[in-house]
């Protein structure tokens, strides 16, 4: 991956929950819940674009705001699959 997890999830959101506007001013730590930006059909979007790039299965119990309410979450949550599988 040349790109960043993070750098590859914020295209990601700023293609689709804000049609290519305004990605410059989404922090890395700004919630999507809080900014109104991603609801719940919008979190089962982003999973699914997770497991298919980077090849991870997200459990239900892993569908938390701790692993899925910002970019950063997002990042810390894939490079943690990822290295998981990794090793197994």
Known sequence: MNETVESQVRAYVVDHFLFGQGGDKLGSEDSFL???????????????FLEERFGIKVQD???VPDNLDSLARIARFVEHKVQQKATA
């Open 34 to 48: 809080e900014k109104g930006l991603i609801d719940s059909t919008g979190v089962l979007e982003v999973v699914m």
């Open 61 to 63: 119990e892993e569908l």
